[in-house]
Every structure is written in C-alpha cells, then in structure tokens.
T-cell receptor
Framework: DTGVSQNPRHKITKRGQNVTFRCDPI?????LYWYRQTLGQGPEFLTY????????KSRLLSDRFSAERPKGSFSTLEIQRTEQGDSAMYLC????????????FGPGTRLTVL | RKEVEQDPGPFNVPEGATVAFNCTYS??????FFWYRQDCRKEPKLLMS???SGNEDGRFTAQLNRASQYISLLIRDSKLSDSATYLC????????????FGKGTSLLVTP
C-alpha cells in the first residue's frame, strides 16, 4: 500500500500522559500536514511541513503539542500532558506541492484521553 | 463565523434523486476549492476540485462563484453508495496550502 500511513490507529491514554503519533507520507510528497477532527466537525488544520521545515502552525497547536519531520520523510506529533479535550481523530495528509495540489489523507489516529 | 459554512443536513433522498449541497466561504483570498467525501470513521477523500468554469465528473457537478464566495455540488441519479458526509474545502488564502473544512453535510440515499 503506497498511501499515507499512520500509527497507531487507536490510542487510549490517561490524562496527563504524553503520547506520540507517527505519519508516513506518500513517498516523494514533500508537503505533510496534520489536522484534528472531533465528532460532528470537519478536520481542523494544526501544522504543515515543506520537507523538514515546519512552515505554519495553527493557534490550535498549543505549547503542549509539538511536531517534527526530521529528515523530510515521516513526521511525529507529540502531545504532552494530555487533557480530555485532546480526544479526537488526528489526521495526517501529504501532497506533492503547488497551490491546487491534492492532499491525500491517512486513516488517522483516534486518541481517547480518559 | 466559521470560514467555511455548509448546509448542516442530513439529507435523506431516495435512489435516483438529484441532490444539491451549498457552501459559502469567508476568505476572499482563497484560491483552491474542493469537495471531499468522508465515510463514517474513515479519512476524507478528494471527490473533486472546483474551478470557476464549473466542472463535471460523471454524476457530480461542482460550481464556484467567486463574487458570491459560494460553492455548490450537484449529485444526479443518487446511488446507495453515495451515502457519506460531503465536506466543502477551501485553502487558507494568503497562507496558501493548509485547508479549511466545513463541518460537512450528511447524505443518506435510501432504496
């Protein structure tokens, strides 16, 4: 399967714990995006990378959130000191570039914070 | 006010019906427009891009009116398999590449 992959698919954690998610984009896609989706809402943009450079962060991305893409390939999203409000689906997408290029989404990581 | 507003739905239609979804966006600097489809508990998938000239893909027709900042999607001859949530999506204008999604409109096509 050459699509976007995300791991883990599900994560249950207790409030206050740290969690880390991984995204592997489609190979040769130089842009990688993170979104968050809660029930009944559309996805909300969190951050995006062009190769290894993090070029934009949403104000939704509090200081408890950090994302990296160290070699311009896979990316990780870490949430420190999780809160119940962090419970959501975390979606990763990748694209080749250009203003009208298509973003392809991975299956998401569903986070539940107890 | 959300940047992308959609009819909340749900739309329940019989097979074979024609259904139309509407969407408005607030950022006049946006330049890219899309409809994505999302099945229950799955990731969004691109249905079609939307161009000023309008575009058609089989039973699906999308229209864009930049002056009114309005986007539409028409589905003709609805199939059971069209049941899903349809997300109106607009790029974030000046920042370029990140996407703003509407809340989605739920469609249920019944036999």
């Amino acid at each position: 399967d050459t699509g976007v992959s995300q791991n883990p698919r599900h994560k249950i954690t207790k409030r206050g714990q740290n969690v880390t998610f991984r995204c592997d984009p489609i190979s040769e896609h130089n842009r990688l995006y993170w979104y968050r989706q809660t029930l009944g809402q559309g996805p909300e943009f969190l951050t995006y990378f062009q190769n290894e450079a993090q070029l934009e962060k949403s104000r939704l991305l509090s200081d408890r959130f950090s994302a990296e893409r160290p070699k311009g390939s896979f990316s990780t999203l870490e949430i420190q000191r999780t809160e119940q409000g962090d419970s959501a689906m975390y979606l990763c997408a990748s694209s080749t570039g250009g203003l009208s290029d298509t973003q392809y989404f991975g299956p998401g990581t569903r986070l539940t914070v107890l | 006010r959300k940047e992308v507003e959609q009819d909340p739905g749900p739309f329940n239609v019989p097979e074979g019906a024609t259904v139309a979804f509407n969407c408005t966006y607030s950022n006049s600097a946006s330049q890219s427009f899309f409809w994505y489809r999302q099945d229950c508990r799955k990731e969004p998938k691109l249905l079609m891009s939307v161009y000023s000239s309008g575009n058609e893909d089989g039973r699906f027709t999308a229209q864009l009116n930049r002056a009114s900042q309005y986007i539409s999607l028409l589905i003709r001859d609805s199939k059971l398999s069209d049941s899903a949530t349809y997300l109106c999506v607009v790029n974030m204008g000046n920042s370029g590449y990140a996407l703003n999604f509407g809340k989605g409109t739920s469609l249920l096509v019944t036999p």
